[in-house]
């Protein structure tokens, strides 16, 4: 199915054509009934000669009802709009086309109604010159008569062509429902209406309204129970839903959208077009640059507190110059947004004949970071002028962002991940990887003693979220080893790495140890060596030296050593029986023997004696 919207001036016969078309009553008030004026949407059906099912959002034209307009045009992809033969353009018929400019609508039809009550030939001209200058340009144009009939089956081939060429929708899509009416159904509990654009909502689905988990217990689309439906569409939901639900509020897939309450927005101005910008300052493509006020126009010549619409939201903002037509806006709630989309920017608080939709506002970076130098605002501006919406542009910004991230911001990534599902700014992660080897380098030369920089020392460095993405900058001639960076550098040596003092230190305590191998030196003879704590701690790190016990050290294997001496011994043997083997102290004996216990060379049998173990 598809749907469109209605616009035009209040009376000039938008609820008579579409009750013509389809034989419904869009006016569902008894108000509205009495008085032949629509207040609230309107929302009726029908076939079309190809088959193809059309549903018409009817909107009501009177200047009172603009946000309620915006509520049914908003989500609707086209629009039909209706002039009036005998009453020709006016003032809501200007303010309905500039609101549908302001919202990127471009697809749509001009109807002439009430053509059999003067010719329709003036208005046609009037309307097509002012939708051509709106972004409606090469609609198509009939004149028909609610009343009589005349032009209505022209009519439905027309509509029917007209949805024919409309973009598909993209039943895979996340679903942003827009919910422009809420009412209780005894037994079945809240049900809500809206605009489907896209994505497939079905029974069971839990959707999320704000922050609060939505489950869809049924649905209807036209009236019919349907399980699961694809928009674009009107359906209705029933919901189990905890808290209360309004208007202006938007069921949308869980973790497919951004709901925030700050964005940066480039501004495209409404109103009757204008000279065109100078060079530098043109927009998205779609944007109307050069519209309005033209040349010299930005965003601060705005109020600085404006109503703010998307589908059928409507919330109080306030406005931030940054630059040119690039604004901040601070919304008061917030809004499930995405990179791309449009807001719409009204001052309802002007007075009568005032222009009161101001301005269309693409939204940028729905998550923007914070302005806290001197001169950042403007920086961001500069930068913001000519970006498109687009994963490059986002990730230009945030450098770094997870793959769901920008799903949730509206953008798929352009390129691959660098680590898992990590993407980076191609220029930032570059220069990552630029500065990893000067960071080793300075950490190294800060802490000659260690094996190489923790990788967790590294990451906090560089600023970044993970350890894994420090190992996917690794190149040589860095290598990553026992959690740590190393490199061969200048300064260091073969053996294990160690800086070139603390490796002679080690050669010199091998010389000392060489006719006496268990004969672990004593704290001053290792200070002496140029082996203090911290270079033993090093030299142990490395490997060079093995660590019995505190303040007892020796050459690696020597535990290994000893044992095969010990294995010659008479089985068992007490501790001076090994030391006297082993041709040493009993300060290195016993804390020996209890290293070489805990390896598993020998165990012991009970308070004095001890055995090898056959391994």
Known sequence: MHVVATAGHVDHGKSTLVRALTGMEPDRLEEERRRGLTIELGHVWTTLPSGERLAFVDVPGHERFLATMLAGAGPAPAVVFVVAADGGWMPQSEEHLVALEALGVRHGLLVVTRADLADPAPATRTARDRLAAGGLAGVEALAVSGRTGQGLDELRRALDRLVAALPPADPAAPV????????????????????????????????????????????????????????????????????????????????????????????????????PEPPGSAGHPGENVSAGPGAGWGAADLPGRLTAHLGSAAVICSVRPLGGRIARLRLARPLPLHAGDVLLLRDPGRSRGEARVLAGARVLDPRPPELRRRGAARERAARLARAVPDAASLLGTHLLLRAAELRALGRAPGTGPVCADWHADPAYWSGLGERLPEVVRRYAAAHPLEPGMPVEAARHELGLPERRLVAALVRPPLALAGGRLVTDQAGRTGQAGLPAPVARAVERLGADLASGPFRAPEADRLARLGLGPREVAAAVRAGALLRVAEGIVLLPGADARAARVLARLPQPFTVSQARQALGTSRRVAVPLLEHLDRRGFTERLDGVLRRCRTL
């Open 176 to 275: 942003r429902l827009w919910i422009d009416r809420v009412f209780t159904v005894r037994g079945s509990g809240t049900v809500v209406t809206g605009t489907l654009p896209a994505g497939t909502v079905s029974a069971g689905d839990e959707l999320l309204l704000g922050d609060t988990p939505a489950r869809v217990r049924a649905l209807e689309c036209l009236k019919e129970p349907v399980t699961s439906v694809n928009g674009v569409a009107r359906v209705a939901l029933n919901l189990r839903c905890p808290g209360p639900v309004e208007r202006g509020t938007a069921l949308v897939t869980p973790g497919a959208w951004t709901r925030t309450d700050l964005v940066d927005v480039r501004l495209s101005p409404a109103g009757p077009p204008g000279p």
